[in-house]
């Protein structure tokens, strides 16, 4: 490798003089410093050097291959930043910015719903407490209305067997007061009957002051 | 002994010739332009791209596919780089960025395939790709800030007696930034390739030179071949975060000159 690049130096030393002078110059220096030497022209010899693998110059430094590589470097590099800042990037911005609208008004909506779901728990737990009040307030207010009604019917009641009581009461001591008035009756007329069959007939009046006389 | 040349891999040809500007009509004389072996590879590289990006978002998918998903990481990595440099603002050099990122990590990519041209082991690709980063700093730094872009130069807070030593060293790193952001991307991909190359070509030389002996000593470079090919993926991907985030730094100076 090494001694073939020395051979092809020897062979052609005006071309490497050439290029050597334009290493740090431009494109155009390598044509001028070729075309002084009229054996050569730039392009045939360089190319027929790349193509059997070797360049006289190390080929990143070699100015010739500049033009072209600029050329095209210009036009894909831009085409690639058209490609890019008109076309993919602002479709990949959009799929991203689509995605983070639709989470953020999910999420939106998902709030709201809880908040929905919170208000009406509370509406209901309120609406249950004042049914509960006024279950209450309602049981109350028949528990005490049953209690008078009972305690009416139950006083009426009382007033009633009561009257019932003081009228039997009273029929009793009539009753008790006629017998004992009957009672006089009978001891006379007992007496009388007695006092007959021991001794004859008496007056009924006599039995009866007699029975009277015992009795008083 | 080309097959083992490790320079070869470089050499740029024509595929064929477009035009030619100036010069006297005779061949040779004028600059020629020409769809060449890195035009290839560069038209390769957007095509790549282009192709990747537009037809794994075509669906628009809410919920996305594997590849619009990669698509989608793709773009939120760039953004994210840009925005946690140069803030908000910065936002309106993304589609650069991201294009200088997608550009070089897809050509660097490119270049670990065999037989594959490498786009950025050439110099004056890494250097016009930094040039223009460069240029923009400066043009956007003018227009946007005017004269006080230059306060870039004067950092806030500096006593006035160190001032004269301070700004020419500002000056001095400001001017070498587009050198060495080409450089580095320029030398660790040349450099890499090259090693590649080498051991790769040790083997192939060791087994054509020492027969049976020489397959046994081959293993040895062949499995440090191996090696680099990991770490050159690895290189290849991580300058391309490098060229990316640097780029953002430096839009980020012409957006916020005074430090």
Redesign the interface.
Known sequence: ?VT?AYAQEAELPADDHGTEAAGAAD??HV?EG??ADPT?????TT?AH??????DV?????PA?????????????G???L???K???P??????E??KT?IDTDLAAADADRQKTDAAIAAYEKALAEAKANAQGIANKNREAIQADIAAKRSAAEADLSAKVSAAEARIAQTKAEALTHVDEIAAETAQAVVSQLVGDVAPDSVRAAVAKVKG | MAGTDPIHQFVIYDIFELFTVGGDGTEGTGTTFAFTNSALFMVLTVATIAVFLLLSTSGKKLIPTRAQLTAELLYEFVAGMVRSSAGTAGMKFFPLVFSLFTFIFVANMFGMVPYFFTVTSHIIVTFALSMLVFLTVIIYGFVKNGPKFLKLFVPAGVPGYILPIVTPIEVISFLSRPISLSVRLFGNILAGHITLKVFTGFAVMMIGGLGALGWLGATLPVLMAIALTGLEFLVGAVQAYVFAVLTSMYLNDAIHPSH
Not at chain 1, 50 to 55: F, I, Q
Not at chain 1, 58 to 62: E, H, L, T
Not at chain 1, 65 to 77: E, K, N
Request: glycine share 8%.
């Open positions: 490798m073939q494109a155009m044509e070729v075309h050569h022209d730039t392009h045939a190319e790349g193509d059997a693998g070797h360049s190390f080929p990143p430094f070699d291959t500049f033009p072209s590589q600029l050329l095209w470097l210009a036009i894909t590099f085409a690639l930043y490609l890019m800042s076309l993919a990037l479709r990949i911005g959009g799929i991203l689509n995605r639709l």
